[in-house]
């Protein structure tokens, strides 16, 4: 198109409404990242990450594959932080692009991940040693899953993203079922149905993203 | 069957520039999104581009600002509040005009 044609309206109303439409869909797409950058890589850190889990530390102190009591944890630790940064990136590929009320709004949300997870820890481990493995994994992994819950719920307040929310909802319940059936389960419980929710809500907000 | 078209903003009446107005219209409104952003999204040369939000700057429907993240100078674009009332006013009129059309034909 030249510069010619730029000043030419559209042909006519309905012409002109279909070319804001399509302009409005292709913006909003280009510039909301992408659900499954940040979903995904937390869906297969769960997964793996608390698969490991369980199957060192299973149901009733079985062990299904032997390894070091510290690999679970350090494999874990391992993908979250690589999820983190992974989601870290695109965050910030996202405030580069634009800037104001939006990316503040982003970047205070990250950092309250941050804030709670790193607050949780401090005070964990002072206290999980006092306590018998299984019940220190659980006391972990429990208070881990809970917080990741109530962060995906607010950030669904937040954006008002329902896919979001019910996300959170879903990894709170799933929670609370596996504290309460026990250490070894919540491990397996929370690899399938929180790391696979993960992977869910992801697929199903990147088929809702506007084409 | 030449009934008078109510008057469509002659600044955001050119192809172009509707097309800029949308997508600016999308960001929330103290949102600014970095020009090369916008061409890319757009697929106008920068020259164009300039062209066109010098017009729409003009009218007072946008504000171009230059400044610096980190060291990298930036020009970043948004839609003033007067431009976002212009783009609904235009909707709207293009609205009025499709029924108006709908309408007539019903008649016919």
């Known amino acids: ?211 | 069957m030449s009934a008078d078209l109510p008057e469509l903003d002659p600044v955001i009446h050119a192809q172009a520039r509707l097309r800029v107005v949308s997508a600016l219209s999308t960001l929330r409104e103290a949102d600014r999104i970095a020009f090369p952003r916008l061409q890319d999204i757009l697929r106008m040369t920068a020259g164009n581009l300039s062209v066109h939000l010098r017009k729409l700057e003009d009218a007072g429907y946008v504000e171009v600002t230059k400044t610096h993240q980190g060291r990298t100078p930036t020009t970043l674009v948004r839609l003033t509040g007067r431009g976002r009332v212009a783009f609904e006013d235009y909707t709207a009129a293009l609205h009025a005009l499709l029924n108006g059309t709908a309408n007539l034909q019903e008649e016919l």
């Open chain 1, 1 to 211: 198109m030249d510069a010619r044609d730029d000043e030419l309206p559209p042909a006519d109303p309905a012409e002109s409404l279909r070319l804001i439409a399509r302009e409005r869909a292709t913006t909003a797409r280009r510039l909301t990242p992408d659900p499954r950058l940040l979903l995904w890589p937390w869906g297969l850190a769960w997964l793996i990450g608390f698969g490991v889990f369980f199957l060192r530390f299973g149901p009733d102190e079985r062990v299904y594959v032997d390894m070091p009591d510290y690999l679970p944890l350090t494999v874990l630790l391992g993908l979250i932080t690589l999820a983190g940064i992974t989601t870290g990136f695109v965050g910030a590929r996202a405030s580069r692009q634009v800037s104001g009320p939006s990316s503040r709004q982003g970047a205070m949300y990250g950092f309250t991940w941050s804030v709670a997870f790193i607050g949780m820890a401090v005070l964990f481990s002072r206290i999980s040693d006092l306590l018998p493995v299984p019940d220190a994994n659980l006391l972990w992994a429990g208070a881990m899953v809970a917080l990741t819950g109530a962060l995906h719920m607010a950030g669904g307040a937040l954006w008002n993203d329902r896919v979001l929310y019910v996300l959170g909802l879903s990894i709170s319940v799933v929670n609370v079922v596996g504290v309460i059936i026990g250490p070894g389960w919540h491990a397996l419980i929370v690899a399938v149905f929180g790391g696979g929710g993960m992977l869910v809500a992801g697929l199903i907000s990147w088929l809702r993203m506007p084409r």
